[in-house]
């Protein structure tokens, strides 16, 4: 198993959740990892991204503001905080490593990919 996800759940309007990604394995030393989302009846869209060595940070329109992605390479850990949340912020959320993407937030550059965890905001 490489990468695993924990923390999603239901929250109302306006609460806050932290989601965890635990990453093992060739995903571990990946220099990118990101966050991902899927409503029903829509395509996957990234949602937040990372890159070690520098920590640059990639966000979505729709976090910038309310979502903070980080990494604690030691823990091989990724998290995303998410507040202000919204009913529209409901989806499964997926973690991804790659060692290496052209675009940060595009779901085709990742090779490695999470079972998800939901979030419902309501």
């Known amino acids: 198993v490489q990468l695993v996800e924990s923390g999603g759940g239901s929250v109302q309007a306006g609460g806050s959740l932290r989601l965890s990604c635990a990453a093992s394995g060739s995903a571990a030393s990946s220099l990118y990892m990101a966050w991902f989302r899927q409503a029903p009846g829509k395509e996957r869209e990234g949602v937040a991204a990372?890159?070690?060595?520098?920590?640059?940070?990639y966000y979505a329109d729709s976090a910038k503001g309310r979502f903070t992605i980080s990494r604690d390479n030691a823990k091989a850990t990724l998290y995303l905080q998410m507040n202000s949340l919204k009913p529209e912020d409901t989806a499964m959320y997926y973690c991804?490593?790659?060692?290496?993407?052209?675009?940060?937030?595009?779901?085709?550059?990742?090779?490695?990919w999470g079972q998800g965890t939901q979030v419902t905001v309501s």
């Open positions: 991804a490593a790659d060692r290496s993407v052209a675009s940060p937030l595009a779901t085709r550059d990742y090779e490695f």
């Open positions: 990372i890159r070690t060595g520098g920590g640059a940070t």
